[in-house]
């Protein structure tokens, strides 16, 4: 079932109504298959390009999606194990401006987001309904461990939107 509008802040709403489904497990799934479908035909000469200054590359783009699903994976572990205190924020523009993207293969960044993604999905298959229904808080937000999940899956396709829009079809 997805998650009700009180399991989150209205911030994430959007990501999680681009959700289709209402079995996490199989969107998580989903759209593993559909980041590899994409993005394992692409080359390093797509994945450094910018379609506008200042904005992210497509390898940055990617590691951004890495660190997010990360993020968002630990904050759910925590919540469903009971954690109490207050889970941090994180300002995504510092992130992405130190992946050093340039650095790292095309290749290497996406066997990482297939790495990411097996223990997402591995971590929310062995959580219970009720450990998908605990609520913790993050960011100075109350949010379900459900919720989380459907971020996960949201946030990837607001991403992949975007770098159908603004990236692939400029090229």
Same mark, same amino acid.
Request: hydrophobic letters at 35%.
């Given at each position: ?18 959700? &289709? &489904? ?52 630990? @904050?759910?572990?925590?919540?469903? @194990? ?26 290497? %960044? ?8 097996? &223990?997402? %999905? ?32 949201? +946030?990837?396709? +607001? +991403?992949?939107? %975007? ?6 079809? @400029?090229?």
């Amino acid at each position: 079932m997805k998650p009700l509008p009180n399991e989150s802040s209205t911030y994430y709403h959007s990501y999680i109504d681009t959700v &289709s &489904s209402t079995d996490l497990i199989v969107e998580l799934k989903k759209t593993k298959t559909n980041f590899q479908t994409e993005f394992f035909k692409l080359d390093d000469a797509i994945a450094n390009y910018q379609y506008a200054p200042d904005k992210w590359t497509v390898k940055e783009l990617l590691l951004h999606l890495i660190d997010c699903e990360r993020i968002f994976a630990y @904050r759910a572990l925590c919540i469903a @194990r009971g954690e109490q205190q207050g889970l941090p924020g994180f300002e995504e523009n510092d992130y992405a401006k130190n992946c050093k993207a340039e650095k790292r293969t095309l290749q290497g %960044i996406l066997e990482e987001f297939l790495a990411v993604r097996a &223990s997402t %999905i591995v971590l929310f298959e062995n959580l219970d309904k009720q450990d998908l229904l605990r609520i913790g808080k993050a960011n100075g937000n109350e949010i379900s461990v459900r919720a989380i999940g459907f971020i996960i899956v949201g +946030h990837q396709n +607001h +991403h992949f939107k %975007i770098l159908e829009e603004r990236y692939l079809r @400029r090229l």
